[in-house]
C-alpha cells in the first residue's frame, strides 16, 4: 500500500529536550515536505526537500532541522523544543514538485512541549 | 506573499442537504488549487483538483468550480452524508524562488447532521 509513516503519532516532552520525529515513504517520490497544523492558521509548510540532499526552508521554520540523507526518508528534528511548537505535524510526500498533483500525508505526530 | 482564504470555518448541514466551502486567493498566477478532506485522527486526503485552464469539475458528489477572474473556487458537496463530516482544506500553488508550493487556506469543519 502506497503510503507515507510518520512516528510516533503522540509525543510529549520537555523544553529543550532535542527530538526526532520520523517519516518515510514508498512511493519513490522526489519530493517531501513538512506542515504544522494549528487552529485558524491551517497547514503552514515548515521545511521541503526536492531531493536527496537538497533542502529548503518554507514558510515557518525557526527552530527546525531537517535531513535528507535516503530518498525514502526525510525526519524532523527540533533541536531544542519550545512550547509554541505544541502542534500537530505531517509530513507528506509528492510525485510533483511543490505538490501539484496531489500530496499523500502521513498521519500525524502530536506534539505537546511543556 | 500570496493568501487562500476560506469560508465558512464552520459549517452545519442536514443530511441530504449540499454544502458549499469558498475560497480566495491572492497570486493571480496561481493556476493549481487541490481540496483536501481531514478526517478525525487522520492526514488530509486529497478528494479533488482543479486547474486554471477548466472552470468546472466533478466527481460523484463533489464539484469544484473556478472563477479566475474573481480569484475564487468553491467546493460543492451535494446529498451530503453522515460521512461527509471532516475537516475541508482548499489551497492554490504560487512560485516562490522559482518553485512551486501550495498555500493552504485555515479550513472549514463540515457536520453533517443525520
Known amino acids: 500500500e502506497a503510503q507515507v509513516t510518520q512516528n510516533p503519532r503522540y509525543l510529549i516532552t520537555v523544553t529543550g529536550k532535542k527530538l526526532t520525529v520520523t517519516c518515510s515513504q514508498n512511493?519513490?517520490?522526489?519530493?517531501m515536505s513538512w506542515y504544522r497544523q494549528d487552529p485558524g492558521l491551517g497547514l503552514r509548510q515548515i521545511y521541503y526537500?526536492?531531493?536527496?540532499?537538497?533542502?529548503d526552508k518554507g514558510d515557518v521554520p525557526e527552530g527546525y532541522k531537517v535531513s535528507r540523507k535516503e530518498k525514502r526518508n526525510f525526519p524532523l528534528i527540533l533541536e531544542s523544543p519550545s512550547p509554541n511548537q505544541t502542534s500537530l505535524y505531517f509530513c507528506a510526500s509528492s510525485w510533483k514538485q511543490g505538490g501539484l498533483g496531489g500530496y499523500t500525508f502521513g498521519s500525524g505526530t502530536r506534539l505537546t512541549v511543556v | 506573499g500570496e493568501n487562500v482564504e476560506q469560508h465558512p470555518s464552520t459549517l452545519s448541514v442536514q443530511e441530504g442537504d449540499s454544502a458549499v466551502i469558498k475560497c480566495t486567493y491572492s497570486?493571480?498566477?496561481?493556476?493549481?488549487f487541490p481540496w483536501y478532506k481531514q478526517e478525525l485522527g487522520k492526514g488530509p486526503q486529497l478528494i479533488i483538483d482543479?486547474?486554471?485552464?477548466?472552470g468546472e469539475k466533478k466527481d460523484q458528489r463533489i464539484a469544484v468550480t473556478l472563477n479566475k477572474t474573481a480569484k475564487h473556487f468553491s467546493l460543492h458537496i451535494t446529498e451530503t452524508q453522515p460521512e461527509d463530516s471532516a475537516v475541508y482544506f482548499c489551497a492554490a500553488n504560487m512560485f516562490s524562488g522559482g518553485y512551486n508550493k501550495l498555500i493552504f487556506g485555515a479550513g472549514t469543519r463540515l457536520a453533517v447532521h443525520p
Open positions: 526537500s526536492m531531493n536527496v540532499e537538497v533542502t
Open positions: 512511493m519513490n517520490h522526489e519530493y
Open positions: 497570486d493571480s498566477a496561481s493556476n493549481y
Open positions: 482543479i486547474r486554471s485552464n477548466v
